[in-house]
């Protein structure tokens, strides 16, 4: 993207201080996990509907990523997101995707690939979080004509490839990699995946494929939460223990805590030349809003059942709010301050 | 006819030297796709990419995405079946300079109905920003990649191997969205004429050698054939496609190596439609069935992809019979050495051999 306005802070420059004046990066990914969690069951009230979960599992995840590990420039594209741009094709010469909320691509920087699509609103959120994204931007949201879809794909924010059919994203990105091999790139890739894609073929035929030719400079991060579409993954068809399955077919791999920013961030440091790094991260999809847990196994895609139960997480929701007292029917540009920006707020409460 | 061996194997290698963005996905049958060549002399650009389509196809769209220009090479029905997914969404719809290069199109491998690509066109042709080209002889085959390389999207490419028979004059390259016009054993009134045939026959791939020896031999019969040897199926736009279909009094015939849903017949007809034709159609090809293993010249007279399917339905929308025998048609030779095959006013007369047929450690 070359139109926009690159007015979007760069994370890693930003935020809280450790009582002796260092860069307190942990903190930053712990209250951008928060603003991430809050924005999103904030847009679940409203529309009666979202991927709550995954938001709650993968918050700390994506902010560790976006905070600390990846090394991108500042964002290319509209703060506000354009209309739909059309689909790529000869008669569409002006395409772009929505790889510049990530920053430009340049051999020394970073790319990022976002594969478990259904989470969307919990990327966007986290454009929002670091400031990459305006957040009236959510306003557009499964609105129709909008790129700010529901399943994102790439001409969505933040997304490069169209990974909607699940465990494509990796080959794709193993391609990418590759290429940048070849080109001598010295920028690492990030591949940002969900357990219930280790049931795919293709995920393991990526990662026979990398471990072959040497592609190392692909990490993956796992958002394990144990749940998919029809339930628990115990239930669907059991996949654990994902590391060994992914070190039988020649790449690396870690378990982390995946709500510890430093155990990923560790993880990703042990990196071993000529081997793709898969890092599973082992998360709770009820994590920061145990009230979800009350709903059993029915986690894929929230909806509230009756009144009362919308009322109860509206409070829960007030309670992650920073004054506790945002007023209902307030637009999203309520939750607007970008917490990177806002040195100074709480830490999380996880 | 001269019968040119491997030349994909050679113009690949060719066709890559200057291009060094060019690179070769394969999928365990890099020799039976005859892109060894390419691998030994060009390694640092050749990728194994094991037997694992889907990795394969969504992996070259990557590469592509970087500005490289993947070439994969496997069999086409393992392109289009096993990873026609990957291929709609990880390359399709982005609208990636991909390259599929699929060997052993319909009924031209023994290896039964597991190899036989017979709706790999209907596939790839229901994807929008694909391309799709057919080779019909080793003149298209030396040609088809600079067609396609200079096409920005991805590009699915029927492609020959093995010994290759050359149809066409060396010197005349396939062209995109150009039909060849065949004239074999056309009288020079037939070719002076301007407009208005009985029949226009549309053949493709493989099947073209069979038209054109229906085309000779109907043409001593007195019928006025229009022949048009079919390379690009889609875009099927071709103003030399439209003309022979709207002139032909009688109506048009389809030779195809694929079923007659979703190929060449089925284009032709949308097409007919569209202009308000309003003559008969004949589909030739695999009616909705499918093939199994045997060589290539029994299961083209079994499923009526032959000279003499050609002869027959045009007999039918004449409604009289021409007296042609295979004997005849197998007699007639569709590229005869010495003066320029495809030129007006020449009768062949030199016997063909038998086709070759693939060997059964080609599979």
């Known amino acids: 993207m070359t139109t926009g306005n690159p007015t979007n802070q760069d994370p890693g420059t930003r935020g809280a201080r450790s009582p002796d004046g260092r860069p307190d990066w942990p903190a930053d990914v712990r209250r951008v996990a928060l603003g991430i969690r809050r924005r999103v069951l904030d847009h679940t009230l409203r529309n009666n509907g979202g991927y709550l979960s995954q938001a709650c599992s993968s918050a700390d995840a994506l902010a560790t990523l976006y905070v600390h590990l990846m090394k991108l420039g500042q964002s290319v594209a509209p703060a506000v997101p354009l209309p739909f741009p059309g689909v790529p094709g000869p008669d569409n010469p002006g395409y772009s995707t929505g790889a510049g909320y990530n920053g430009p691509h340049e051999p020394g920087l970073d790319r990022f690939f976002f594969s478990p699509v259904h989470y969307a609103l919990v990327l966007y959120s986290?454009?929002?979080?670091?400031?990459?994204?305006?957040?009236?931007?959510?306003?557009?949201?499964?609105?129709?004509?909008?790129?700010?879809?529901?399943?994102?794909?790439?001409?969505?924010?933040?997304?490069?490839?169209?990974?909607?059919?699940?465990?494509?994203?990796?080959?794709?990105?193993?391609?990418v990699a590759m290429a940048r091999k070849l080109k001598g790139d010295t920028g690492h890739n990030w591949v940002f995946m969900s357990d219930g894609e280790f049931q795919e073929g293709q995920t393991f035929e990526a990662i026979a494929a990398m471990a072959w030719h040497k592609i190392d400079n692909v990490t993956v991060l796992v958002d394990a939460n144990a749940q998919q579409c029809d339930g628990a993954m115990s239930t669907v068809m059991e996949i654990d223990p994902i590391a060994e399955r992914v070190r039988a077919f020649g790449g690396t791999a870690a378990d982390v805590d995946g709500h510890d920013p430093e155990a990923i961030a560790a993880a990703a440091s042990a990196r071993v030349p000529g081997k793709p790094l898969v890092i599973v991260c082992h998360t709770d999809p009820c994590r920061g809003i145990p009230l979800l847990a009350t709903r059993g196994e029915k986690l894929h895609y929230v909806r509230f059942k009756s009144a009362q139960e919308e009322a109860v997480f509206r409070a829960v929701l007030s309670e992650m709010t920073q004054d506790g007292n945002r007023p209902d029917g307030a637009d999203a540009a309520a939750l607007s301050s970008p917490a990177v920006l806002g040195a100074g707020k709480p830490g999380g409460r996880e | 006819m001269e019968l040119v061996t491997r030349p994909h194997a050679r113009n690949l290698v060719r066709f890559s030297a200057d291009k060094p963005r060019i690179v070769v996905l394969s999928a365990d049958l890099t020799a039976s796709c005859e892109a060894d060549d390419f691998r030994d002399s060009y390694p640092d650009r050749f990728l194994s990419m094991g037997m694992a389509e889907q990795n394969m196809v969504s992996f070259a769209g990557g590469m592509a995405r970087e500005g490289f220009f993947p070439h994969i090479h496997t069999f086409a029905v393992f392109i289009c079946r096993r990873a026609f997914d990957q291929l709609a969404m990880s390359v399709a719809y982005p609208n990636l300079p991909v390259r599929f290069c699929g060997f052993l199109p319909g009924i031209t491998t023994p290896g039964g109905v597991t190899h036989q690509a017979v709706d790999d066109l209907a596939l790839m042709r229901a994807l929008p920003n694909m391309t799709v080209l057919e080779c019909g002889d080793a003149t298209d085959v030396e040609s088809v990649l600079d067609v396609a390389h200079a096409i920005p999207g991805p590009v699915y490419i029927r492609c020959l191997r093995g010994q290759v028979p050359r149809l066409f004059p060396a010197d005349e390259p396939m062209r995109a969205g150009h039909a060849r016009v065949l004239r074999h054993g056309a009288s020079p009134d037939a070719v002076a004429r301007e407009s208005g045939c009985d029949v226009t026959l549309l053949t493709s791939g493989v099947c073209t050698e069979e038209g054109i020896r229906a085309a000779i031999a109907l043409r001593k019969r007195g019928v006025s054939v229009d022949h048009l040897h079919v390379s690009t199926l889609k875009p099927f736009c071709d103003a030399r496609v439209d003309a022979a279909l709207t002139s032909a009094a009688k109506g048009a015939v389809v030779l195809e190596n694929h079923s007659v849903i979703g190929g060449l017949g089925s284009a032709v007809a949308e097409r007919m439609a569209e202009l308000g034709c309003g003559r008969k159609l004949v589909r030739l090809g695999l009616k909705d069935v499918y093939a199994h293993g045997a060589s290539k010249g029994y299961l083209m007279r079994k499923y009526g992809l032959d000279a003499g399917a050609v002869v027959r339905a045009v007999e039918e929308l004449l409604g009289k019979r021409l007296g042609i025998c295979e004997d005849e048609l197998t007699a007639l030779d569709p590229a005869p050495a010495g003066p320029r095959s495809g030129g007006c006013g020449r009768n062949g007369e030199v016997v063909l051999g038998s086709l070759p047929s693939v060997k059964a450690e080609d599979l």
């Open chain 1, 126 to 175: 986290t454009l929002i979080e670091v400031g990459r994204m305006a957040p009236e931007g959510l306003a557009q949201f499964n609105r129709d004509g909008s790129s700010v879809e529901l399943i994102g794909a790439e001409h969505s924010p933040g997304h490069e490839v169209t990974a909607g059919s699940l465990a494509q994203c990796l080959s794709q990105a193993a391609g």
